[in-house]
Nanobody, 119 residues
Framework: VQLQASGGGLVQAGGSLRLVCFTS????????MGWYRQAPGKERDLVAV???????NYADVVKGRFTISRDNAKNTVSLQMDSLKPEDTAVYYC??????????????WGQGTQVTVSS
């Protein structure tokens, strides 16, 4: 599995960006795809995920501002980010996961794309 993220950049507070993750290769057992982010000096945190069947989950800090979607025909997962804030500044990583149980999962990661929000 290869994941390629695009769409990051520099935007002013209140602006919008759309991240797109292109997936390629055989994707066995993948049942969740999503986006995580890591700010300097901080851990990588979940931003939004979408599971098989279309169920979504968002971090509280992005609810109502970010929207995740998946196009199975194009093998892409996208993150529409609106009303961006300076605290959204981070490297955003695309993720594909095969989740087998609460304690067993296999993760695949893209290379990350920088999102910078200026005040």
């Amino acid at each position: 599995v290869q994941l390629q993220a695009s769409g990051g950049g520099l935007v002013q507070a209140g602006g919008s960006l759309r991240l797109v993750c292109f997936t390629s290769g055989i994707i066995p057992d993948i049942n969740e795809m999503g986006w995580y982010r890591q700010a300097p000096g901080k851990e990588r945190d979940l931003v939004a995920v979408i599971r098989s069947g279309g169920i979504t989950n968002y971090a509280d800090v992005v609810k109502g501002r970010f929207t995740i979607s998946r196009d199975n025909a194009k093998n892409t997962v996208s993150l529409q980010m609106d009303s961006l804030k300076p605290e959204d500044t981070a490297v955003y990583y695309c993720n594909a996961a095969a989740i087998y149980s609460d304690i067993l999962r296999e993760d695949y990661w893209g290379q990350g794309t920088q999102v910078t929000v200026s005040s």
